[in-house]
């Protein structure tokens, strides 16, 4: 009986194997039906429904949720078409390797190429919208005008839509990204949900397609999954989605595409968890701990301030450091090891008076040499003064112009000055000359 059971466990094992092989033959299968005559297409590897109302806002670029994908799960977008010249080899791309994406519409653009939108319908491609003019200014704009943006957006991709409004998703993405918070709520009062991104390629910026590749690579690696932003209008994003697609395939990820629910279409079950970029690990302990509750104070009354008598100091008086340390050491406490810097250096007694030395006689004394030379410069400068006296009096009668037979006064002061000048040149450089040498001597 117990060998039978063994055999029945052991067919129910190769049973359940098989039906799991099946499972991948088939979803295999199903993928390359999907994109006939492109075996090595990327496909499409699921449906993602999202109902709008229960997360509102999404992308790590701006927000805490993003989409609720696995590793390796990548959900492309494109924005600011249709143009005909481009969005349409962006469709013809997307097609050939039966990719589903999701397109973000301006309202002018619609209105200019209405067949452009219905084309994307037809591909089976999720639309939203993207305001009416795409204004940069949405940030900080009257609420009312940036309400205006958003509803003629939307009613004019409805119009290129034939007004079926089962056709156009309940998604919207700001124009620049440049959020506001007043736009935030009126687009969640209508059920609608904003889109940022997980990480762009720059295509918007004056940059090569092979920037544009590398950029969307090098920034899924680093997040591992999520939105990626594009541009549908930009001839560079045409040359540079063939080697995206290729090289998603190449490195593992595969792609999804993203629904509103619908009564007909609920949502996928999702955890709270799922809809976080990077989810924390069940094997690491925070994400478990329990959350600090929200208390309810009875009331909100402030404590008194403990007095300085209630604590455990001396007669309601601070301690000093010393006395502090000796109580400790009395009752067996452990001291800490004193710091080696700063260290007090004992303090002088108050007896001590700074007292400095009384300076020496000597100290004032002038040598007899230094005495002696000035002496000799004081009957100098006399001799000096002596001998310009007597010059000037020469050159006053000796050198004089005379006018008609009487000295000229001009000839006198000219006369003077000159003896002046030479006499005071000669006893300054005599003087200082002679100074010198004393100086040097007594040196």
């Known amino acids: 009986m117990i060998g039978d059971a063994l055999v029945l466990v052991g067919r129910r094992r190769w049973a359940a194997l098989g039906l799991g092989l099946l499972a991948c033959i088939t979803v295999h299968s199903a993928r390359a039906a999907d994109c006939p005559g492109h075996p090595d297409a990327i496909g499409t590897s699921r449906t993602l429904v999202v109902d ?29 078409g249709p143009l005909p010249r481009h969005s349409n080899q962006v469709l013809d791309i997307l097609a050939s390797q039966c990719v589903k994406a999701t397109f973000f519409e301006v309202g002018r653009m619609a209105q200019a190429y209405p067949e452009g939108v219905r084309k994307l319908i037809a591909a089976g491609h999720s639309v939203g919208t993207h305001s009416q003019n795409h204004p940069l200014t949405m940030n900080h704009m009257p609420v009312d005008r940036a309400k205006q943006e958003i509803d003629d957006g939307i009613a004019s ?21 440049l959020r506001a918070e007043g736009v935030e709520d009126y687009l969640a009062s209508k059920g609608i ?17 092979a920037r544009v590749y590398d950029l969307a690579m090098k920034r899924l690696e680093d997040k591992g999954k999520g939105i990626l932003l594009l541009h549908d209008i930009q001839a560079r994003t045409v040359a540079a989605l063939p080697k995206i697609l290729h090289e998603l395939k190449a490195r593992g990820y595969r792609i999804v595409h993203v629904v509103p629910a619908t009564a007909q279409n609920p949502a996928t079950p999702t955890e ?46 601070s301690m000093t450091l010393a006395e502090d340390r000796a109580r400790r050491v009395g009752h067996g406490v452990p001291l800490p090891r004193e710091a080696p810097w700063p260290r007090q250096s004992p303090l002088p007694p108050e007896a001590a008076a700074n007292a400095l030395p009384v300076p020496a006689l000597s100290v004032f004394e002038i040598k007899e040499g230094l005495r002696a030379a000035t002496r000799g410069l004081t009957r100098r400068a006399e ?17 004089a112009r005379t006018l008609r037979g ?20 000669a006893r300054r450089g005599g003087t200082l000359k002679h100074l010198v040498q004393v100086r040097k001597r007594s040196a």
């Open 52 to 80: 709008p109302r229960e997360h509102p806002r999404i992308g790590t670029m701006q927000y805490a949720e993003t989409l609720p994908l696995r590793d390796h799960e990548v959900v492309l977008t494109f924005d600011d």
């Open 157 to 177: 991709v409805k119009a290129a839509l034939g007004n079926d409004d089962s056709a156009l998703a309940p998604f919207f993405r700001i124009p620049g990204l």
């Open 193 to 209: 949900q904003v889109w940022s991104a997980d990480f762009p390629a720059d295509d918007w910026r004056p940059v090569s397609s």
């Open 272 to 317: 709270p968890q799922d809809w976080q970029l990077h989810p924390p690990s069940e094997i690491v302990a925070t994400s478990h701990w329990p959350k600090i509750p929200n208390f309810v104070f009875a009331g909100a009354g402030m404590l008194p301030a403990p007095a300085l008598s209630e604590l455990d100091w001396r007669d309601g008086r």
């Open 383 to 399: 001799q000096s003064r002596q001998n310009d006296h007597e010059a000037i009096s020469a050159a006053t009668f000796g050198s």
């Open 406 to 425: 009487k000295p000229h006064p001009g000839g006198v002061r000219q006369a003077v000055g000159r003896v002046t000048r030479n006499a005071a040149h």
